[in-house]
């Protein structure tokens, strides 16, 4: 029987490995090196085989910092495009595919799919990656020269890695994994989760952030993430940069998306 082995599986070895990297070494990353990442990249899973994403690659180091990118010498972002397909359609007299809501999501899932195996494929061959997480809101027009139909997706920062971070936590499989029908879980199952995912709110936090936080009314991890990373103002800000894009890149939006249209 053949065993999946982390020990002897490199690609096992690289996904098990993985941690993102903030700190990068201002080493460009050769030319050869940065080729066979976007090899691997496009050889993702792509929905009916028609590659609805591009892959952009930055390293202008004024592009990087316009998009909080510059810790890193280069990052790759991945751009939903059904821009190239539609004229390629049109030039053949259908016109398809180009605007639609679904497309739009084809677009995602197979540019993200794209961006992962650059990660994974960069990783492999021992480059750091962070994904920047702002970038949906980012103004590709203006900044990459994207046409319409075209609209940002992800971005990867990549480069050598100046520091070997420990491996982050996740959920226990059990919280994430479901086998044909949803748990849901109790109460007690989901403070359990999160209490093994998060050190304890008492003695693993300093004393003097602690008491700070609390004079601002947060007093456990769910509070601080919450209030402290995802306010709804700035989710709504994200949120309405996210639409402005996809709504001038020319995709239709449903009516309550639509934003000013009766
Ligand atoms: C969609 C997405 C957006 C992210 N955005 C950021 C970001 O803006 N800044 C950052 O430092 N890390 C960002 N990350 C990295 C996550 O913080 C990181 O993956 C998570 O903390 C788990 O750590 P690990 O990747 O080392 O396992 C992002 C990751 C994803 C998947």
Known sequence: MHEPSAETNTVLQTLLNHRSIREYRPDPIPD?????????????????????????VIDDTARLRSLNADAAPLAVMALVD???????????????MRDELVSLFIGFTDALLALQNVCIAAEGLGLGTCYQGTVLSADTRSLLGTPEYVAPAGLLLLGYPAEAPGSSPRLPLEAVV?????????????????????????????PEVRERLAAVGIENWAQWIALGQFTRESLEIESM????????????LPAPWRGGEP
């Open 241 to 252: 940069g996210l639409l402005d894009n996809l709504r001038s890149a020319g995709f239709r």
């Open 178 to 206: 479901h086998r044909n029908s949803y748990q849901v879980p109790s109460d007690e199952e989901i403070d359990q989760w999160y209490a093994e995912r998060y050190p304890d709110w008492e003695t693993g936090r300093d």
């Open 32 to 56: 050869d090196v940065l080729h066979r990442i976007l090899e691997a990249g496009v050889r993702a899973p792509t929905a009916g085989g028609l590659q609805h994403y591009s892959l952009m």
């Open 82 to 96: 059904t821009y190239r397909l539609g004229r390629w359609f049109q030039r053949h007299g259908v016109s398809l």
